[in-house]
């Protein structure tokens, strides 16, 4: 069973850092380029950043450029998304995605039940 779990959400004061992992069981992540998506209370979900299979190629949606940082490790079938400088609009349940290819174009084929980031004063 193809099964994408994430880890790493966490409650911090605006500027804050997190770390989320995403941890894949039943299948080699490093065949799939790898999205995160995240949707706050009352909001579509939106696209955060996406890593292709070859881990040299990451897109950041605006809010995320400068701030946000993608990363993955095939060796421990995982991919990360480092959160820093977080605001409280940041706030929302993270969610990774699985793309079979070698290039993001946002056709997830799997999807984790995501991990709550919470930014508050």
């Known amino acids: 069973q193809l099964q994408l779990v994430e880890s790493g959400g966490g409650s911090v004061q605006p500027g804050g850092s997190l770390i989320l992992s995403c941890a894949a069981s039943?299948?080699?992540?490093?065949?799939?380029?790898v999205g995160w998506v995240r949707q706050a209370p009352g909001k579509e979900r939106e696209g955060v950043s996406c890593?292709?299979?070859?881990?040299?190629?990451?897109n950041y949606a605006p809010f995320a450029e400068g701030r946000f940082t993608i990363s993955r490790d095939n060796a421990q079938n995982t991919v990360l998304l480092y959160l820093n400088s977080l605001k409280t609009e940041d706030a929302g349940i993270y969610s990774c995605?699985?793309?079979?290819?070698?290039?993001?174009?946002?056709?997830?084929?799997?999807w984790g039940q995501g991990t709550q980031v919470s930014v508050s004063s």
């Open positions: 039943g299948f080699t992540l490093s065949n799939y380029a």
């Open positions: 890593i292709n299979r070859g881990g040299d190629d990451r």
């Open positions: 995605a699985a793309e079979w290819g070698s290039e993001c174009t946002g056709e997830f084929d799997s």
